[in-house]
């Protein structure tokens, strides 16, 4: 018997998905509600229904995600998303870890000004979300960093508007699909987890992309491959397109739990699938058996003041509170990158930001005013390295509320421990989908429920010893199937550092200790 696609796949099937923009004009100026079966095409613009207080979705808020084509904000660009935080999402913006804002209670009504003051500054949210090709990620010191091996930036905003531009085509995928392009010698993309990556690495003087397929997180994941093919810079548009369109012909649509590019890669086989790429590119890649040296995810990073490659510049690196920004503070941003006349903010995938474009003889006093008003350019550990998802208080999976739990966990650790300076990652999520990378955090904490004295409680299934460093050193974290109460977690935490440094178990570092320490 045939099988029957899902109501979504006849949906986005019967016209392209992104004109679900017309109907949110009717609804916002005409006040013809938008059609219930429309509000999952929502997505297309970054959208999300909040839950409401029973746990239902409720439609009369909406998460929103702008896009950041090269993780990037300007001065204009961020005075513009500070209106929208102020006078539409009622304070409270997310950066996220890939690398776009997201704002909160969004309503459909005040859509069509917000979409005029994205387009007034170049900004969009059309594809932020959905089904079809996501924001990019990318350096957020592209063109920027002195040491960087290529400043992939022009690269990542052709290919993101060549996929714009050819909308029809590239709207309608089984599921996302997830890319990142990255040119910093410190691979801060976590290319691994990506479904398709290019990484530049230099051969001689030559500079090629090496190709990762099938990376990801979630229930599914998995480390991704090799393709074992150089990528010269030409190529990566065709390649990224390629790879879009095999997935987007040949991908489950039966199925959104295996509909991801992995999916089709492990079905197909690796072999088979370069094959197709190859076949569609029409010519062969360059083979490369070799991976390039790939920095482990300890060292990635771009905090601090760090000299510019433009003469006279510098950058500087900030932490945030596990990606949360009170709205205040996003105005206060642009008033001190104009006060300095900085050029800008680009995002991490670490939740985390930097400025750059900052003259030489101001940059202390910039950094100093950013971190008067509590975003640190010396993070210490615990502020720097963990990262929360947006939970149980708007999203409909949420089992736990993460960015109030994560703020105070960190806050408790620094408090505890002011002097404790090894690297660790803590990554707090609401619930196994892991979107705050909980799967390669060196301590994960996912939410569950478990029961204390007989009542169900709010608790976080501990995840230990993740770590990202290429194809072949990159682990998952492995689950120690405790689940630990909430309210217990910072003693928790507390005790595993306390032991660790009582008696480390022979490794040489935290990071270590967590890949070998048992929970019972
Ligand atoms: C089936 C449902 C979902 C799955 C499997 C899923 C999984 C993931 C994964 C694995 C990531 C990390 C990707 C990366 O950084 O490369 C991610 C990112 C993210 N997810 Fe989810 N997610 C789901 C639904 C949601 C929902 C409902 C929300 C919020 C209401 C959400 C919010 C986010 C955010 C903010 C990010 C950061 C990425 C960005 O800027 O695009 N996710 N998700
Ligand atoms: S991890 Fe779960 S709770 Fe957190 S944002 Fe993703 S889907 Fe929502």
């Known amino acids: 018997m045939e099988k029957e696609l899902s109501k979504l796949e006849q949906l986005k099937a019967s016209r392209n998905p992104l004109r679900v923009i017309d109907d949110i004009y009717k609804e916002a100026n005409e006040g013809i509600p938008l059609s219930e079966d429309y509000i999952g095409l929502l997505k297309w613009y970054g959208m999300y229904p909040h839950i409401n207080s029973e746990n239902k979705e409720d439609k009369k808020y909406f998460m929103k995600r702008i896009k950041l084509v090269d993780a990037s904000m300007n001065l204009e660009q961020l005075k513009v998303m500070g209106k929208i935080a102020k006078e539409y999402a009622q304070g409270l913006v997310d950066f996220t870890t890939r690398e776009n804002v997201q704002f909160h209670y969004i309503q459909i009504k005040d859509l069509p000004t917000i979409f005029d003051l994205l387009k007034s500054v170049g900004l969009t949210s059309r594809m932020a979300s ?18 960087e091996i290529f400043d992939v930036s022009s690269l990542v905003k052709d290919i993101d508007s060549y996929f714009d531009k050819n909308e029809d085509d590239f709207s309608n995928f089984p599921r996302k699909y997830k890319m990142s392009v990255s040119g910093c010698s410190c691979h801060c993309c976590g290319h691994e987890i990506q479904d398709i990556a290019f990484t530049a690495f230099k051969r001689g003087d030559e500079v090629l992309f090496d190709l990762t397929l099938a990376g990801g997180l979630s229930k599914s994941k998995q480390i991704a491959y090799r393709a074992n093919r150089y990528v010269k810079e030409e190529q990566v ?11 987007r012909d040949n991908g489950n649509r039966y ?39 790939i920095t482990p995810i300890q060292n990635r990073n771009h905090f ?51 400025v750059y474009g900052v003259k030489d ?30 939970g149980r208080e708007f999203c409909k999976f949420g089992i736990t509320e993460t960015k109030t739990y994560a703020n105070k966990l960190i806050k408790h650790l620094e408090t505890k421990f002011p002097e404790f300076k090894e690297y660790v990652m803590i990554s707090v999520s609401g ?14 904490l996912v939410g569950c429920k478990t029961r204390v004295d007989g009542e169900r409680v709010d608790a976080y299934d501990v995840q230990l010893g993740g770590h990202l460093q290429g194809t072949n ?12 109460p909430a309210s217990e977690v910072p003693a928790f935490l507390e005790k595993l550092i306390n032991d660790y440094e009582k008696d480390s178990l022979g490794t040489s570092s935290f990071k270590e200790y967590l890949t070998k320490v048992e929970i019972a």
């Open 130 to 147: 959905g089904d079809g090709p996501r924001p990019i990620v990318t350096c957020p010191v592209s063109g920027v960093a002195a040491d």
């Open 237 to 247: 548009r065709d390649v990224a397109v390629a790879v879009a369109e095999i997935f």
């Open 255 to 293: 199925n959104r739990n295996k509909a991801r590019v992995r999916h089709l890669v492990n079905e197909w086989g690796l072999e088979k699938f370069v094959d197709a790429i190859e076949e569609k590119l029409g010519y062969k890649l360059e083979e490369g058996l070799q991976e390039p040296e």
């Open 304 to 354: 601090g003041i760090n000299k510019s490659k433009t003469e006279g510049e510098s950058f500087v690196g900030f932490a945030t509170i596990a990606g949360r920004i009170p709205g205040e503070d996003f105005v206060k941003f642009a008033e001190i990158i104009e006060k300095y006349d900085a050029k800008g903010i680009r995002l991490t995938t670490r939740q985390n930001f930097i």
């Open 361 to 390: 003889e101001v940059v202390e006093d910039l950094a100093n005013e950013f971190d008067s008003i509590g975003y640190a350019y010396k993070p210490n550990t615990f502020r720097a390295r963990t990262q929360s998802c947006t």
């Open 431 to 444: 619930c196994g989908n892991a979107c705050s990378h909980p799967q390669v955090a060196d301590i994960g």
């Open 473 to 484: 050193n990159s682990k998952i974290a492995t689950s120690t199937k405790v689940k630990i």
